[in-house]
C-alpha cells in the first residue's frame, strides 16, 4: 500500500466485533481528480467501494467487499475517450508485521514455496490501523484496463512489426560473414 494513496481511509483494527465492521467510501471530487492523475485516466466519474472489515485468526484482519467505479480512459490506438466501468469484488487478509503467518514459506533447499492455486499471502499492517482507501485503491488500479480500445477499432501494423513478404528475404546476421575468407 503506497503512502501517497488518493484515497485516505485509515481504520482501527484494534478491537474489531466479531461480526466485523463496514466501511463505505464514497470519493470526493479532490479524491476523483487525483485518482485520475495517479492512474492516468482521464476522469473518474465516481468511486465508491463498500467493505466488511472483520477479526482473522488471532490476531489478523480480512477485509471482504466491492469497488464501483466510472471512469474515462484514453483509446490506446484513437486517443479519444473511451467510458470504461469498474466492478470489482475485494478480499484481502492482514496480519501484523511480527506475525507468523506473514513469513515466507521456503522449502529444505531455500526456495520460495508458492501455491498458484492457493491463497494469496497475507499482507502485513503495523500499528492498530489498516488504511482501507489506500486497499480500495490498490484493487481499483488492478482494474483498470491497462489497454483500452474503442470497439471495432483494431490497432495498425507498425513498419518495424510488418510482415515479411514473399520477394523480401530477411538479411541473416552471418550475411556479412559470406564474404570473408581466412588470411593465409
Known amino acids: 500500500m503506497s503512502e501517497t494513496s488518493a484515497l485516505k481511509f485509515p481504520v482501527s483494527v484494534q478491537h474489531l466485533p466479531q461480526k466485523g465492521i463496514t466501511v463505505t467510501i464514497k470519493a ?4 476523483r481528480t487525483a ?5 492516468d485516466l482521464e476522469v473518474v466519474k465516481s468511486f465508491e467501494a463498500e467493505f466488511q472489515i472483520m477479526p482473522w ?24 475517450p473511451l467510458d470504461a466501468r469498474i466492478a ?8 501484523p508485521e511480527n506475525s ?27 500499528g492498530d490501523r489498516i488504511d482501507i482507501g489506500a486497499v480500495a485503491e490498490e484493487f481499483f488500479e488492478l482494474a483498470i484496463d491497462p489497454y483500452p480500445r474503442k470497439p471495432g477499432i483494431t490497432e495498425p501494423i507498425t513498419s518495424s512489426e510488418s510482415a515479411v513478404t514473399d520477394t523480401e528475404k530477411p538479411v541473416s546476421p552471418f550475411a556479412s560473414l559470406a564474404d570473408w575468407k581466412k588470411k593465409p
Do not use: W
Open 28 to 31: 470526493n471530487e479532490r479524491e
Open 35 to 39: 485518482l485520475a492523475r495517479d492512474h
Open 57 to 80: 485468526k488471532k490476531q489478523g484482519v480480512k477485509v471482504q467487499g466491492r469497488i464501483d467505479a466510472d471512469i474515462v480512459q484514453a483509446c490506446i490506438v484513437t486517443l479519444e
Open 88 to 95: 470489482e469484488d475485494v478480499e484481502a487478509v492482514f496480519v
Open 100 to 126: 507468523k503467518l506473514a513469513r515466507i514459506r521456503l522449502d529444505e533447499s531455500g526456495e520460495m514455496l508458492i501455491d498458484a492455486e492457493g491463497p494469496d499471502m497475507p499482507e502485513t499492517f503495523s
